[in-house]
């Protein structure tokens, strides 16, 4: 179990996390998503001993990164975000490395490398110079690196960046493969990301987590509202906020004016379909109806929500 | 603790010997010495290498820096210090092993420099080996003491250039600092003689090995490796 617990992080002035607490359970996949910016890699980089936190400290079982850091650093396999390796050497002996460090018997050495090629799917590359490798490459060989000594806890930062669709998931299956046996800890900006691989997110922004838990638990704080966008002529603000008397369950989210037309948006439970109604009260004030559509809140609107309200106060 | 060094002397060798800059640098010095040692060798008409050991300090100044500018600096410069910091390697084992990488590139070229000696064995006569084994055993400690200069210069930063420059000033104050004596007030100029390592280095080239120079060479190591290691671990809490 990885526990973060009271974690503060400044650089200088900067505030890079702001005392955040959160725990990952064994054999957990967790998603650890927020804009760029928001101190994911910070709190990556102190849970894996780059960088020391500010106050605070995470805890791996029973022990913590101030006081054990090499335990804890061989418990882990670490993909940084910007992907580190040594481009004078080619795969093999870049594997033969990491395996060094890792302090993998000689004997066990190739039939874990056959392993980890076999994963990662680098057969063709393997005596290849780093140099010369593309992009979703050179992520695979990041990859290798980190799960060559077969750890426990696996930290991959945003490990699908620039990589095109095929192979975006293709290290979807292999993370979600990884994952059934190892507790995994997955960051990204891209909400699609951590949908598609995580059982679990911690949502954070400008240094402080807006939300925690699966994705059922998120959507239901949001689901069984639907907002409709109404554009109506003749109308003046004044009378369109009073569209509430339709039916006390609704409320109005925002209006504006826009040119010589009005531009609100209701809510109401899903339950409700009152559409009629508001029709039939459009009619009755002579207003003109430009447009009236409907949209259900999805995740991406959680993640907004949670994210630009956060970023507005600070 | 053994284990982990050895580890990354080899990567540390081994990317050395695969760039095509250590060799150049490893030419460059070569090239130099010889013609400088050779240009001079029959006229003399002396049956020893003492040019080549007043040369050879003066060629570290500029060869040193290059081979240690990179050692630390290279890998914050392509983020692979991420990777080499969060996998269980501590932070002296890292500079130790760079340390001594630098070392054996050094050991290297002196190594070369060998055929001088070679030479003066053919043509030479009543020849000095103790002379010339102490001479040898002075140019490798004090290359040691400006490895370990130039391990903490390319600490200090993620420009390989910034590094050469501050290994390149701290050297030369050190190799200065015993031929300025005339300048400097009687009382300061002890001080200035013990502090530069080109005194000492005479010293041991002679054949006198004084445990005096020994310890002041084996604490320029030891404190400049030191600061080394406190430099990068305070990285970790900037």
Redesign the interface.
Same mark, same amino acid.
């Not at chain 1, 060094?100 to 302090?103: G, L, S």
């Given at each position: 179990m990885i526990e973060v617990r009271n974690l503060v992080k400044n &650089?200088g002035d900067v505030k890079a996390v702001r005392d955040i607490s959160f725990t990952v359970e064994n054999g957990e996949i967790l998603g650890f998503l927020g804009p760029n910016g928001a101190g994911k890699t910070t709190t990556l #980089?102190v849970i894996?001993?780059? +960088?020391?936190p500010t106050s605070g400290n995470v805890f791996v079982d029973n022990l913590n990164v101030l006081d054990n850091s /090499?335990e804890i #650093?061989?418990l882990?396999g &670490?993909l940084?975000e /910007?992907n580190? +390796? &040594?481009?004078?050497?080619n795969v093999y002996?870049f594997m033969e490395?990491?395996a060094?460090? #890792?302090?993998i018997e000689k004997s066990k050495f190739k039939s874990r490398l056959n392993e980890v090629i076999e994963l990662c799917g680098l057969k063709g590359v393997i005596h290849k110079s780093i140099s010369e490798l593309s992009k979703g490459y050179c992520q695979r060989v990041g990859l290798a690196?980190a799960i060559f000594h077969d750890p426990e806890i696996l930290i991959l930062d945003e490990p699908t960046i620039g990589l095109d669709p095929n192979q975006i998931a293709e290290i979807r299956k292999l993370i979600k493969n990884l994952g059934k046996e190892k507790t995994v800890i997955i960051s990204s900006h891209v909400l699609q990301e951590i949908q598609a691989t995580a059982d679990r997110m911690v949502i954070i922004n400008d240094g402080e987590i807006v939300a925690n838990g699966t994705i059922e638990d998120l959507m239901s704080g949001f689901k069984g509202k639907t907002r409709l966008i109404l554009e109506l002529k003749n109308a003046t603000e004044e009378s369109v906020s009073k569209i509430k008397s339709v039916n006390s369950e609704i409320s109005l989210a925002d209006i504006k004016t826009q040119g010589d037309s009005i531009v609100a948006s209701l809510e109401y439970p899903n339950s409700l379909d009152p559409r009629q109604n508001i029709f039939d009260y459009a009619l009755e004030n002579k207003w003109t109806i430009l447009e009236m559509s409907r949209h259900k809140t999805s995740l991406e609107d959680v993640f907004r929500n949670l994210t630009i309200e956060g970023g507005a106060d600070a | 603790m053994h284990s982990n060094v050895s580890v990354l002397y080899r990567k540390e060798v081994s990317s050395f010997f695969n760039s095509p800059v250590a060799y150049i640098t490893l030419i460059v010095f070569l090239v130099i010495n010889a013609w400088f040692f050779t240009s001079t060798f029959f006229l003399i008409n002396e049956s020893d290498l003492r040019t080549l050991f007043s040369v050879i300090p003066i060629f570290y100044l500029f060869f040193i820096p290059a081979i240690t500018m990179g050692l630390i600096a290279r890998e914050r410069n392509s983020d692979t210090m991420e990777l080499l910091t969060t996998i269980p390697i501590s932070d002296s084992e890292i500079i130790i092993g760079k340390f001594l990488a630098a070392l054996t590139l050094i050991g290297t070229a002196l190594l070369f420099t060998l055929v001088h000696f070679f030479s003066l064995l053919i043509v030479g006569n009543n020849i000095d080996i103790g002379a010339i084994i102490s001479g040898y055993l002075g140019l490798l400690i004090v290359g040691a003491a400006y490895a370990a200069v130039g391990t903490f210069s390319s600490t200090t930063t993620s420009n390989q250039i910034v590094a050469f420059l501050i290994s390149f000033l701290v050297i030369f104050i050190f190799f200065i600092l015993d031929k300025i004596l005339i300048f400097v007030p009687g009382f300061l100029s002890s001080i200035f003689q013990y502090l530069s390592i080109d005194y000492h280095l005479s010293n041991i080239s002679r054949g006198v090995i004084d445990s005096r120079n020994i310890i002041y060479l084996g604490s320029i190591i030891a404190f400049f490796l030191l600061l080394s290691i406190r430099t990068l671990e305070m990285r970790r809490w900037r």
């Open positions: &650089y #980089r894996t001993s780059y +960088l020391s /090499m #650093r061989s882990i &670490y940084p /910007m580190p +390796l &040594y481009h004078e050497m002996e490395f990491v060094n460090v #890792r302090k690196q | -």
